[in-house]
């Protein structure tokens, strides 16, 4: 997915967002603002809006000196999900149709954005409830589950820390149809989850799970490291979660799903479905 001009705009409301987690001085903000903004003139739109937006985080990080600054909200997002674990899992447990609530549970986790959502306007609680009873804008489920009964691996793309916690749940009911490889950051960035999220929710306990070299936003499959993309090339499914990865992943040559809720105007016309609307997207069967 190619970013647009409208991009520039989210891009700036990121870095200021960013730069009130990573310092409390306002001159450093200021220049992390002007950073930023020297670098949208340069910003190549060919590219995708989760490659364009790794400076505005790196921008943050070197003025700032503060290499993690979404460190606390992670742990607060985590904690809350794991209060709810075992909620999540009697409600897959109890439904008629495991895998689908399962995925409708994933998906109400996406909710927990922080690079995208403010961390008032996050009601977990609602967002299962909300999740578990619509349908996707998008719906490739049938699709996706013929694909499991032949499928030997699946590659897990996680997205957010918290968000996680519905995604374990998830690939616990996966794993009674394929091997799961689930993929995290090598690096922080943004409250995307790294491998101390992973051991925060025992994640590593439910299945294999490993980490990129470096803290990419998504998953710009070119730019990967050869181990992950022969990863990526021998897995029967390759599943994504989030913008980012939506964002990254929707080019891919390979039997690629998506499952994201919709945060802004340019990714939701480019899925076609309405702002606030959750897909679940087959990259080979999506309309381009």
């Not at 690079?115 to 409830?129: C, M, N, Q």
């Not at 578990?132 to 820390?161: G, P, R, Y």
């Not at 998504?218 to 939506?246: F, V």
């Amino acid at each position: 997915m190619k970013a647009t001009v409208e991009c520039l705009e989210c891009f700036m409301r990121q870095a200021y967002r960013s730069s009130l987690l990573a310092t409390n001085d306002i001159e450093v903000r200021r220049q992390i603002l002007v950073k930023v903004g020297e670098e949208l003139g340069k910003m190549d739109l060919s590219y995708s809006p989760a490659e364009l937006s790794l400076v505005i985080y790196q921008i943050t990080n070197q003025l700032s000196g503060n290499p993690d600054p979404y460190a606390e909200q992670k742990k607060i997002q985590n904690d809350l999900a794991l209060r709810i674990e075992d909620e999540l899992r009697q409600i897959k447990n109890q439904s008629q149709y495991p895998l689908l609530t399962a995925l409708q549970l994933s998906a109400a986790g996406n909710i927990i954005d922080l690079g995208i959502l403010k961390s008032d306007e996050i009601d977990v609680h609602s967002a299962i409830e909300h999740a578990i009873t619509i349908s996707f804008a998008v719906n490739h489920f049938e699709q996706f589950e013929k694909d499991l009964q032949h499928s030997k691996e699946l590659l897990f793309f996680l997205d957010n820390a918290g968000e996680i916690v519905f995604d374990k749940i998830l690939i616990e009911e996966l794993q009674k149809y394929t091997k799961v490889i689930a993929v995290a950051k090598g690096s922080p960035i943004i409250n995307d989850a790294c491998m101390e999220d992973v051991y925060k929710v025992k994640l590593n306990e439910v299945c294999n799970v490993i980490a990129m070299e470096k803290g990419w936003i998504g998953a710009p499959w070119r730019q990967l490291e050869q181990s992950l993309r022969e990863k990526m090339d021998n897995a029967d499914i390759i599943l994504g979660k989030g913008q980012g990865n939506y964002e990254t992943l929707d080019d891919y040559p390979g039997n690629v799903y998506l499952l994201l809720k919709a945060k802004c105007p340019v990714v939701a016309k480019h899925m076609g479905v309405n702002e606030g609307e959750i897909g679940f997207i087959s990259t080979k069967l999506a309309v381009k």
